[in-house]
């Protein structure tokens, strides 16, 4: 993956003059400002997304060794988890394997996942060492059955949960991908050395923290890790491979251990479908002097709505979001949709009208308030390959006198559209069975803030599915 180094420089301040002159009489002068900075936006979002670090070849070596790999979920949800497991081989005997609920055989690079297999790393040592460690790594497994007799995919204990468990127990310094969930999960609220042990895990369902010397400061969302790396450099983040910038990691395909996916079903979904989406955007204000100075914003964020009930049912949705705005300042947003309904209208799409609570602002310009959203949202499949969502929300902002109202004099509102290409199949799940489908997603967006506009982009990463 090239590494992509770029100085953004800071816009020319403008004349006390031009500050204090009315907007009415600058017609044009948000267009000057905004369309500079929105192309600038754009190409360093592009650039983001676009990088990739070099895939080295994955090899194990001759002789004793202990190593840490990981494969890809199968689809839909291929982008963003990771399946681990360790193998061991030591000098004498065949090579031994430690994985939750067992798939590989005598490969040590298969698996049910398979796809992208990557080599975390290698511990090398002499036949003594690592049968010592094979030892160890033996007992940690009875540790961890006796700890943790339960499965839970998200946000664990897991088969992943299993892999940093032994690792820290035998302190083999391999650490997982943020893709691997349940990594960092150390029990309804807990805390535990980094599998590094350069740093620490603060756990509780659904927040947690991760930091470390290696680590970085990692915050870790509904069991989602998003932060940034310190060694080797680079931003955490929930989708494949788990990291934007340097990497250590050796890569191999292998083809699944399963048989053909099932055709995307011609049928919409009768009991339930849903959307998740994980996204960076970008914004430029329209008006930053009717914001308080606000220019732009930035952020990495996860929205997921769903549908339950026999063509029509409850509808509920989450919206959490974090980044940094220009001037510099921190900026947030989390709501919670409990109230809506839907209809069931394609193989995972829906119409649905959601009302909720939240907060959004960013902590200089646009304090945050209490805010009411009320959201009409479609989504809708076009094929197996493509998909197309709307939505318009309006958020009635309280206890803040300076949001009381957005530009249209009502609550704050936001409009946007997106289109997901990539793949769907259908599965097997009780009589019925189901869609599942996932890909790449790019959209656009205007929100509301304060009494002006701020107009942006949003890709990311979706994932489908109904029944």
């Not at 090398?124 to 460690?133: H, Y």
């Not at 468990?165 to 029990?187: H, K, M, N, Q, W």
């Not at 292998?254 to 960076?280: C, H, Q």
Request: a neutral charge; proline letters at 8%; hydrophobic letters at 40%.
């Amino acid at each position: 993956m090239g590494i992509v180094s770029m100085t953004l420089k800071p816009a020319v301040a403008r004349s006390r003059s031009a500050r204090e002159t009315p907007a009415r009489h600058q017609p044009k002068g948000w267009r000057a400002s905004v369309w500079p900075r929105a192309a600038a936006a754009l190409a360093a979002l592009v650039s983001l997304t676009a990088c990739t670090t070099p895939h080295r070849p994955a090899r194990l070596p001759e002789g004793p060794y202990v190593a840490v790999l990981s494969g890809e979920m199968p689809p839909p949800i291929d982008r963003v988890a990771r399946h681990g497991w360790i193998v061991a081989q030591p000098a004498a005997g065949p090579m031994r394997r430690f994985e939750l609920q067992s798939s590989g055989g005598p490969d040590p690079f298969d698996n049910f996942a398979a796809g992208d297999v990557m080599l975390h790393g290698v511990i090398r040592g002499t036949p003594e060492e690592i049968d010592a460690l094979i030892d160890c790594l033996a007992r940690a497994e009875r540790e961890y059955h006796a700890k943790y007799p339960q499965y839970l995919p998200i946000p664990g204990p897991n088969s992943n949960t299993y892999v940093a468990f032994l690792g820290r127990a035998c302190s083999l310094g391999v650490e997982l991908p943020a893709t691997a969930i349940g990594r960092d999960y150390v029990g309804p609220a807990g805390a535990a050395v980094t599998e590094s042990g350069t740093g620490f895990i603060l756990g509780t369902w659904p927040l947690g923290l991760r930091m470390g010397l290696r680590e970085g400061v990692v915050v870790i969302v509904l069991g989602l890790p998003i932060g940034v790396h310190f060694a080797p450099p680079g931003l955490e983040l929930p989708i494949n491979p788990g990291r934007l910038g340097l990497s250590t990691d050796a890569h191999i395909t292998r083809e699944p251990n399963r048989g053909p996916e099932p055709p995307f079903p011609d049928d919409p979904a009768k009991t339930a479908a849903a959307s998740v989406i994980l996204y960076a955007s970008g914004f430029v204000v329209t008006r930053p002097e009717r914001a308080r100075g606000l220019e732009g914003q930035g952020a990495l964020g996860i929205g997921a709505r769903a549908v339950l009930g026999r063509t029509v049912g409850y509808a509920a949705g989450l919206d959490l979001e974090m980044g940094l705005a220009v001037p510099a300042a921190l900026s947030g947003r989390a709501c919670l949709y409990p109230l809506g309904v839907g209809v069931l209208l394609s193989q995972t799409g829906f119409l649905a009208v959601l009302g909720g609570i939240g907060a959004s602002g960013t902590t200089d310009q646009a304090p945050s308030g209490l805010e009411l959203p009320l959201e009409v949202r479609l989504e809708i499949d076009l094929a197996a390959e493509a998909r197309v969502a709307v939505f318009a929300r309006e958020a009635f902002t309280v206890l803040e006198r300076s949001r009381d109202n957005g530009a249209l004099g009502l609550g704050e509102l936001t409009v946007g559209a997106r289109a997901r290409f990539g793949s769907g199949s259908g599965f097997g799940f009780g009589a019925r069975g189901g869609a599942g489908a996932s890909g790449w997603f790019f959209g656009v967006e205007r929100r509301e803030i304060a009494r002006t506009a701020q107009i942006g982009v949003v890709v990311g990463t979706e994932i489908d599915g109904g029944l």
